[in-house]
């Protein structure tokens, strides 16, 4: 069979494997992806709109208007970028630096924390393929991948034969599932899931970090020292171990020291690897691309040639604090995705939106300019959760522009 | 699901014969199978057993929903994760390293893929609950998180 492969930009999988047939230069069917990336890839129900205060125009004079407004703020913010290929991540950076504009993306509340660790090597990681090839036990810590990454186990981690890895996951592999409730994820790990309480990772971290140890682990819930060693020691006897860590772990962190602390002593008595559940396709890529430029991950001022960094720069901070008067938000729906209460916050100030759909933000924002779906409409490329690089080609012909050409229109009216 | 019992527990349990098998037990088992159909069973369209003739009728596939084998995809759980394209051992014996590697399938032997975000099959007198040498395989039961597909 002669096939051509796309790549899934619907998350941070970003799975290589996608067929498409076209109908009146439309993608009208998509095969082996998931139902959420067919979703991705077929055309939003509501495109976005070129608008100008709600009214109708053309794509120069929102481009002109935008950056109008950006020179006119005296403290902008740049935000979104999980959904943007790096190419548009760069130009955003441009573009931020040009305006004196701070710079934050999704991860600062979602996986930034460990991207950070992995970057700054506190944290081994391993690669997807290797996974696949490799692992034997694989841990899904505070992640529910069934759902918000549903290829995970069979493109990668628990269904698929691999080099070493040969004879199929009932014999070969052991899929773990540690979560505060019985996900889809934990159904399939059957009687490898482990219960805990909200907020109990650092304790059983804590734990299985004394059990690996030699020590007796307690934890306060009512999880016996016998059923913690059990864990331990099927972490312990894995020849190739992955901890898939999702947003429920990192949430209930207060900082992610325990769980380096448990990955340092796992790498003394096995061989383990951690890798970030990271959500949209291309956020991971935000984090690489803004850490090259300044050696941080997400959260910053430009100031001239000076770089400020810190919570204090994190959207919903600026937000509360009210330190920004406009934003521009590529591809991205804070509206709907904040908490309310910094949601509208948005309301009070110019916002301008680089979006494919019609977003809650985009209705609502002073300037929305339309851009071409990346990974349909336009190729690029973008970093995988497990940090490899992905180049995908668009599937389609458009005549709307790519996010990272219309940020370069507007650098250009700077 | 059903069980074989439970649709014993419809047959006339008279051992007739007429069926061709050697007793209701049996027929009742390649009831379950898709080796039979309801109308194979003649005493059961006398009128005393009308009523369970339509249970039965309605038991086993509603025509067109389950294949040849007894399997049915309920599409509307389905999340096309894939789960069962890669877990399916016919999958992974005809296409070691599509399927069964998790990636798109590169053989048109497969009985599971997804298509449109939504598992299909093909080949489904292949599936190892079918024909002669049938054996209980639950690959993709228990590895789908949706429970999307039955077999009945
Ligand atoms: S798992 Fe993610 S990348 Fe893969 S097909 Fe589904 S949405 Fe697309
Ligand atoms: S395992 Fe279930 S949800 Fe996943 S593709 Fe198969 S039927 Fe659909």
């Known amino acids: 069979m002669e096939n051509e492969y796309y790549v899934c930009t619907g998350c941070g999988l970003l799975c290589d494997d996608i067929e498409v ?3 009146d230069g439309k993608v ?20 976005a709109e070129c608008r100008i205060d709600g009214a109708p125009a053309s794509l120069e004079d929102a481009i002109i208007e935008a950056a109008r407004i950006l ?35 999704t991860s600062s509340f979602c996986q930034g924390p460990v991207v950070e660790a992995i970057l700054e090597n506190k944290i081994r990681t391993c690669t997807l393929d290797e996974v696949k090839d490799k692992a034997d036990v694989i841990v899904y810590w505070g992640a529910d991948p069934s759902n918000s990454h549903p290829r995970h186990l069979s493109k990668y981690t628990y269904f698929p034969r691999g080099k070493e890895r040969q004879r199929g996951w009932e014999e070969d592999r052991t899929a773990i599932c540690i979560d505060v409730r019985k996900s889809d994820t934990a159904t399939i790990c059957g009687d490898k899931f482990y219960q805990i309480p909200p907020q109990a990772d650092e304790e059983l971290l804590n734990a299985l970090a004394n059990g690996l140890s030699g020590k007796v682990p307690k934890v306060s819930f009512g999880m016996g020292p016998k059923k913690i060693l059990e864990l331990a020691n099927m972490l312990k006897k894995a020849e190739f171990g992955v901890i898939c860590v999702g947003l429920g772990l990192v949430y209930s962190l207060e900082e992610i020291e325990p769980l380096v602390r448990l990955m340092d002593k796992l790498n003394e008595v096995s061989n383990f690897h951690l890798i970030p559940m990271v959500g949209q396709y291309n956020m991971r890529g935000s984090n690489h691309n803004l850490h090259e430029e300044t050696g941080y991950i997400n959260r910053v001022k430009f100031t001239g040639n000076d770089v400020e960094h810190g919570a204090h720069c994190s959207v919903v901070e600026l937000l509360r604090a009210r330190t920004v008067d406009a934003a521009l938000i590529i591809g991205s729906d804070p509206m709907s995705s904040l908490p309310g209460s910094i949601a509208k916050e948005l309301l009070d100030i110019s916002v301008i939106t680089i979006d494919p759909c019609n977003t809650l933000t985009s209705r609502k924002a002073k300037v929305s300019i339309p851009a071409a779906t990346a990974g349909s409409e336009c190729g690029g490329t973008a970093v995988r959760m497990d940090g490899v690089e992905v180049e995908f080609k668009a599937m389609t012909e458009t005549d709307r522009m790519c ?4 940020l370069e229109r507007i650098m250009g009216e700077l | 699901m059903t069980n074989a019992l439970e649709i014993y527990q419809l047959l006339p349990k008279t051992n007739c014969k007429q069926c061709g098998k050697a007793t209701c037990m049996a027929f009742a088992a390649a009831l379950l199978s898709r080796e039979v159909v309801v109308d194979d069973c003649p005493p059961l369209k006398e009128d005393k057993f009308k009523e369970n003739y339509e249970k039965l009728s309605e038991i086993i ?3 067109g929903e389950a294949s040849e084998s007894g399997m049915i995809v309920h599409t509307e759980k389905c999340i096309g994760c894939g789960n069962c394209v890669v877990a399916c051992p016919v999958n992974v014996a005809e296409d070691p390293y599509g ?23 093909s080949n489904v007198s292949q599936c190892r609950r079918f024909g002669k040498n049938k054996i209980l395989c639950n690959g993709c039961i228990v590895t789908c998180p949706t429970k999307a597909i039955e077999f009945v």
Do not use: H, W
């Open chain 2, 99 to 121: 399927a069964g590697s998790g990636n798109a399938p590169t053989s048109d032997n497969v009985i599971l893929r997804v298509e449109d975000g939504v598992v299909r099959l």
């Open chain 1, 71 to 105: 020179k006119e703020a005296d403290s902008p913010v740049l935000f979104g970028m999980g959904n943007s290929t790096s190419q548009a991540q760069k130009n955003a950076i441009e573009v931020a630096k040009r305006t004196g504009a701070y710079f934050d993306d």
């Open chain 1, 28 to 47: 009208s069917k998509v095969n082996n992806a998931c139902l959420k990336g067919v979703a991705r890839l077929k055309e939003c129900n509501r495109p």
């Open chain 1, 403 to 406: 996010d990272a050409e219309i």
């Open chain 2, 61 to 63: 596939t509603p025509a």
């Open chain 1, 21 to 23: 047939e076209l109908e």
